[in-house]
């Protein structure tokens, strides 16, 4: 076995330490992470669970979240042509923060109720009142108006469409239009 070969394995050696040691520390930062976040909501939902309008204002509240914050980043993903690297990045951080707004919402709620493998005796795994009704007001909430602002959306567009149709056939009646063998060909 010659000498360059014998370095080409050590550095393999060294690349494939270093890319399971890179995924140990993010393993680990994700558990710390979620426990983090398991407390924050176990501790926090109780209060905000009894803010005015109680767990089903709470609910409603995060159902218009979800639905502004999935139309917030489904008009952030749409990506126009010639974008600048600032527009770009602006573009990225407006929709993860749409998309954060979106999850974080139903991932607080859901975080709120006790765990499967969680006894109620425990600190920590008690039932907090009004989380499954929050839940479900969410859920509600967000089917309902997600379904409004869609049929909104559809309707809008199908008038444009028709507009343009209108105008496209006055245009040919003058003689101005496009012909239909022009737009074929």
Same mark, same amino acid.
């Given at each position: 076995?010659?000498?360059?070969?014998?370095?080409?394995?050590?550095?393999?050696?060294?690349?494939?330490?270093?890319?399971?040691?890179?995924?140990?520390?993010?393993?680990?930062?994700?558990?710390?992470?979620?426990?983090?976040?398991?407390?924050?909501?176990?501790?926090?939902?109780?209060?905000?669970?009894?803010?005015?309008?109680?767990?089903?204002?709470?609910?409603?509240?995060?159902?218009?979240?979800?639905?502004?914050?999935?139309?917030?980043?489904?008009?952030?993903?749409?990506?126009?042509?010639?974008?600048?690297?600032?527009?770009?990045?602006?573009?990225?951080?407006?929709? +993860?923060?749409?998309?954060?707004?979106?999850?974080?919402?139903?991932?607080?709620?859901?975080?709120?109720?006790?765990?499967?493998?969680?006894?109620?005796?425990?600190?920590?795994?008690?039932?907090?009142?009004?989380?499954?009704?929050?839940?479900? +007001?969410?859920?509600? +909430?967000?089917?309902?108006?997600?379904?409004?602002?869609?049929?909104?959306?559809?309707?809008?567009?199908?008038?444009?469409?028709?507009?343009?149709?209108?105008?496209?056939?006055?245009?040919?009646?003058?003689?101005?239009?496009?012909?239909?063998?022009?737009?074929?060909?």
């Amino acid at each position: 076995m010659s000498e360059p070969e014998a370095e080409f394995r050590v550095r393999d050696g060294f690349m494939f330490a270093g890319v399971a040691l890179t995924l140990i520390a993010l393993g680990f930062v994700f558990v710390v992470t979620m426990g983090a976040w398991k407390w924050f909501v176990r501790t926090s939902a109780p209060t905000v669970l009894n803010w005015p309008g109680g767990s089903w204002g709470f609910g409603m509240a995060c159902g218009l979240l979800v639905v502004f914050g999935s139309r917030g980043a489904w008009r952030f993903l749409e990506r126009p042509r010639g974008e600048s690297l600032p527009a770009r990045a602006g573009r990225m951080a407006g929709l +993860t923060v749409c998309v954060g707004a979106a999850f974080g919402a139903v991932l607080y709620i859901i975080a709120s109720l006790p765990g499967r493998n969680c006894p109620s005796y425990r600190d920590g795994c008690e039932y907090i009142p009004g989380t499954g009704g929050a839940l479900v +007001t969410c859920l509600g +909430t967000a089917a309902l108006v997600g379904y409004v602002v869609y049929r909104v959306r559809s309707v809008r567009a199908e008038r444009r469409q028709a507009g343009e149709r209108e105008r496209l056939r006055k245009l040919r009646k003058k003689g101005k239009g496009k012909s239909r063998a022009a737009r074929r060909g």
